[in-house]
C-alpha cells in the first residue's frame, strides 16, 4: 500500500520501521530535515521536508495516489486538518491521533462529517490498559478481545506457585478449566505450547478465556483476583488524568502527585473525587508522607523514563501492583532484566492501533482484522471476523492443515465463548483469535499452510 506519514517523532518512527517492514511504499513528511535525516537514514522510505497541512506538499508527497494518510504530528488540529485536506485531495483513508480530552465526545462526530477514517487517543487507551491491570494486579499485562468479552491475560508464576510442574494438558483434565494457555514466554522467547508443555518457575503464561473462567482458574491455583484499594499516580498528565477517572468510576480511591501548580487546579477541578497533591513526585520523604508504604496500587507516570524506572523499583516494595510508563524502547533488553511489574508504552499501543487498520484496510478476503496485538519481535495475537465461507469455514480445526507455530485459540459465536478442540470448526459470523509466532499471517486464510 502507499502510505502517507505526517509526523516524525517517536510515534511517526515507530509506525515507519514496522510498516516499512511489512512491505508498504512510505513517504514520510516533517518540518524538520535533521530529524527526518536522523531518524529515517536506514529506511527504504521517501522522505519530504515540508508542512502537511499544505496542499502543495501533499501533492508533492504523492496524495493523490495514496491509499493511506495518518497524521501523528503533536498538534490534535493539525492531525486533523490534515486528514482533511488529505481526504478532499484523494479519495484515500485517513488516520488522526486526537488526545485532548476536550475531543473525546465529538470522535464519531469528526469520523461522520469530516469523513475521516481513525481517530486514535493514545494515552486514553493506554488509561483502559493500566485500569485493567489495577482491576486484577497479578497480572502483567492484560489483552483484550471480542468486545471486551475475551481476556490474554499474561501471568508469572512464582516459585511457589501451584502450578509449577503442572502440565498443559491436566488443566483441563485434571482441574476442569475452560480455558487455554495460549502462549509461554520463557527466557525472552515466546513458545505457544502443546499439551504436554510443563509450566516452570518464571515462565509468563498467556491465558485465554473469559474473564470468569480466568478469575476461577487463579482463584484454583491461589492466585488473587481482587482488585486495588487505592492508587498512588506520579504525574498528572493526559494519563493520569485518564486513569484517575477510570479508575475512581471503579471504586478504587485515587491520589496524583504532580509538580506544576497550574496542571494541579487543573486536576483539582476536573477530578474532584481525587486527592491531588502539589510537589515533586521523585521526593522519597513526600512520597512516604502521603502513604506510598500503604499504597496498594503505584503508576509512575512521568514524562522522563528514567524517573518512572526509579520510582517503581522503589515502589515495588511496597505496593501489590506497580505499573511504569516508558516512552523510549531502544533499551528495552535492559529494561526487561530490571525488577520491574508491568511496563506500558503508549507508541507501541499507538502502532498496534495502526497496524490493525491498515491491515484491516489492505486483506478482505472473507475476514476482516478487528484487533491486533504485537506480543513480541515475531509473535502477534490477531482477531479476526469471519465475513463469508473460505477454506477454514465448515472444517474441524484437527483437520486444517495449520501452518506450524499457528494456534485458533479462541472462537466467540454471538454470546457464546468456545475454547476450541480438534472437533470445533469456524463459522461465518464467528469472531475468531489466532496466535503466531513467525509466520505471514493477513488474512484468516493464511493459517492454513
Same mark, same amino acid.
Given at each position: 500500500?502507499?502510505?502517507?506519514?505526517?509526523?516524525?517523532?517517536?510515534?511517526?518512527?515507530?509506525?515507519?520501521?514496522?510498516?516499512?517492514?511489512?512491505?508498504?511504499?512510505? +513517504?514520510?513528511?516533517?518540518?524538520?530535515?535533521?530529524?527526518?535525516?536522523?531518524?529515517?537514514?536506514?529506511?527504504?522510505?521517501?522522505?519530504?521536508?515540508?508542512?502537511?497541512?499544505?496542499?502543495?506538499?501533499?501533492?508533492?508527497?504523492?496524495?493523490?495516489?495514496? @491509499?493511506?494518510?495518518?497524521?501523528?504530528?503533536?498538534?490534535?488540529? +493539525?492531525?486533523?486538518?490534515?486528514?482533511?485536506?488529505? %481526504?478532499?485531495? &484523494?479519495?484515500?483513508?485517513?488516520?488522526?491521533?486526537?488526545?485532548? #480530552?476536550?475531543?473525546?465526545?465529538?470522535?464519531?462526530?469528526? %469520523?461522520?462529517?469530516?469523513?475521516?477514517?481513525?481517530?486514535?487517543?493514545? =494515552?486514553?487507551?493506554?488509561?483502559? =490498559?493500566?485500569?485493567?491491570?489495577?482491576?486484577?494486579?497479578?497480572?502483567?499485562?492484560?489483552?483484550?478481545?471480542?468486545?471486551?468479552?475475551?481476556?490474554?491475560?499474561?501471568?508469572?508464576?512464582?516459585?511457589?506457585?501451584?502450578? $509449577?510442574?503442572? %502440565?498443559?494438558?491436566?488443566?483441563?483434565?485434571?482441574?476442569?478449566?475452560?480455558?487455554?494457555?495460549? +502462549?509461554?514466554?520463557?527466557?525472552?522467547?515466546?513458545?505457544? #505450547?502443546?499439551?504436554?508443555?510443563?509450566?516452570?518457575?518464571?515462565?509468563?503464561?498467556?491465558?485465554?478465556?473469559?474473564? &470468569?473462567?480466568?478469575?476461577?482458574?487463579?482463584?484454583?491455583?491461589?492466585?488473587?483476583?481482587? %482488585?486495588?484499594?487505592?492508587?498512588?499516580?506520579?504525574?498528572?498528565?493526559?494519563?493520569?488524568?485518564?486513569?484517575?477517572?477510570?479508575?475512581?468510576?471503579?471504586?478504587?480511591?485515587?491520589?496524583?502527585? =504532580?509538580?506544576?501548580?497550574?496542571?494541579?487546579?487543573?486536576?483539582?477541578?476536573?477530578?474532584?473525587?481525587? @486527592?491531588?497533591?502539589?510537589?515533586?513526585?521523585?521526593?522519597?520523604?513526600?512520597? $512516604?508522607?502521603?502513604?506510598?508504604?500503604?499504597?496498594?496500587?503505584?503508576?509512575?507516570? +512521568?514524562?522522563?523514563?528514567?524517573?518512572? /524506572?526509579?520510582?517503581?523499583?522503589?515502589?515495588?516494595?511496597?505496593?501489590?501492583?506497580?505499573?511504569?510508563?516508558?516512552?523510549?524502547?531502544?533499551?528495552?533488553?535492559?529494561?526487561?532484566?530490571?525488577?520491574?511489574?508491568?511496563?506500558?508504552? #503508549?507508541?507501541?499501543?499507538?502502532?498496534?492501533?495502526? /497496524?490493525?487498520?491498515?491491515?484491516?484496510?489492505?486483506?478482505?478476503?472473507?475476514?476482516?482484522?478487528?484487533?491486533?496485538?504485537?506480543?513480541?519481535?515475531?509473535?502477534?495475537?490477531?482477531?479476526?471476523?469471519?465475513?463469508?465461507?473460505?477454506?477454514?469455514?465448515?472444517?474441524?480445526?484437527?483437520?486444517?492443515?495449520?501452518?506450524?507455530?499457528?494456534?485458533?485459540?479462541?472462537?466467540?459465536?454471538?454470546?457464546?465463548?468456545?475454547?476450541?478442540?480438534?472437533?470445533?470448526?469456524?463459522?461465518?459470523?464467528?469472531?475468531?483469535?489466532?496466535?503466531?509466532?513467525?509466520?505471514?499471517?493477513?488474512?484468516?486464510?493464511?493459517?492454513?499452510?
Amino acid at each position: 500500500m502507499r502510505i502517507i506519514v505526517i509526523g516524525c517523532g517517536k510515534v511517526g518512527l515507530a509506525l515507519v520501521e514496522q510498516l516499512n517492514s511489512e512491505g508498504h511504499d512510505i +513517504t514520510v513528511i516533517d518540518n524538520d530535515s535533521n530529524r527526518l535525516k536522523s531518524a529515517l537514514s536506514n529506511l527504504d522510505v521517501m522522505t519530504l521536508v515540508g508542512d502537511g497541512t499544505s496542499y502543495t506538499t501533499l501533492v508533492a508527497a504523492g496524495v493523490e495516489r495514496a @491509499d493511506v494518510v495518518i497524521a501523528v504530528m503533536d498538534s490534535d488540529e +493539525t492531525n486533523l486538518l490534515c486528514c482533511v485536506i488529505a %481526504k478532499k485531495a &484523494s479519495n484515500c483513508k485517513t488516520v488522526a491521533r486526537v488526545r485532548n #480530552p476536550i475531543y473525546n465526545g465529538e470522535i464519531d462526530f469528526f %469520523k461522520r462529517e469530516l469523513d475521516l477514517g481513525l481517530i486514535f487517543n493514545p =494515552e486514553m487507551t493506554s488509561a483502559e =490498559e493500566i485500569a485493567r491491570l489495577f482491576n486484577f494486579p497479578n497480572a502483567l499485562r492484560i489483552d483484550v478481545f471480542s468486545n471486551r468479552k475475551i481476556e490474554l491475560v499474561h501471568y508469572k508464576i512464582p516459585a511457589d506457585s501451584k502450578l $509449577v510442574g503442572t %502440565k498443559l494438558m491436566s488443566l483441563r483434565s485434571d482441574y476442569h478449566c475452560n480455558l487455554l494457555v495460549a +502462549t509461554v514466554t520463557r527466557n525472552d522467547e515466546v513458545l505457544i #505450547p502443546g499439551g504436554d508443555f510443563v509450566i516452570a518457575e518464571n515462565d509468563i503464561l498467556g491465558v485465554v478465556a473469559s474473564r &470468569s473462567e480466568i478469575h476461577e482458574f487463579f482463584r484454583t491455583f491461589g492466585v488473587g483476583t481482587r %482488585k486495588v484499594s487505592d492508587v498512588m499516580i506520579v504525574g498528572g498528565g493526559k494519563i493520569g488524568y485518564y486513569l484517575a477517572h477510570i479508575l475512581i468510576d471503579s471504586g478504587i480511591h485515587v491520589k496524583i502527585i =504532580e509538580g506544576r501548580r497550574e496542571r494541579c487546579e487543573f486536576l483539582s477541578s476536573g477530578i474532584p473525587d481525587a @486527592d491531588i497533591i502539589f510537589g515533586d513526585g521523585t521526593d522519597r520523604d513526600l512520597l $512516604v508522607e502521603e502513604g506510598l508504604m500503604n499504597t496498594s496500587g503505584f503508576a509512575a507516570l +512521568t514524562n522522563i523514563d528514567e524517573e518512572n /524506572i526509579l520510582l517503581s523499583l522503589f515502589a515495588r516494595k511496597y505496593a501489590q501492583k506497580t505499573v511504569t510508563k516508558i516512552n523510549r524502547i531502544n533499551f528495552d533488553e535492559v529494561i526487561n532484566q530490571l525488577d520491574l511489574d508491568t511496563i506500558i508504552n #503508549p507508541n507501541t499501543i499507538s502502532t498496534n492501533l495502526i /497496524i490493525q487498520y491498515v491491515r484491516s484496510l489492505q486483506y478482505t478476503m472473507g475476514s476482516n482484522i478487528e484487533n491486533f496485538r504485537k506480543l513480541s519481535d515475531q509473535a502477534e495475537a490477531l482477531e479476526f471476523v469471519v465475513t463469508k465461507k473460505s477454506e477454514v469455514v465448515g472444517i474441524e480445526l484437527a483437520s486444517l492443515r495449520k501452518k506450524s507455530n499457528v494456534l485458533v485459540c479462541c472462537i466467540t459465536r454471538g454470546d457464546k465463548i468456545i475454547i476450541p478442540g480438534g472437533h470445533d470448526k469456524i463459522e461465518v459470523g464467528d469472531r475468531v483469535i489466532v496466535i503466531h509466532n513467525g509466520s505471514e499471517i493477513h488474512n484468516l486464510d493464511d493459517i492454513v499452510d
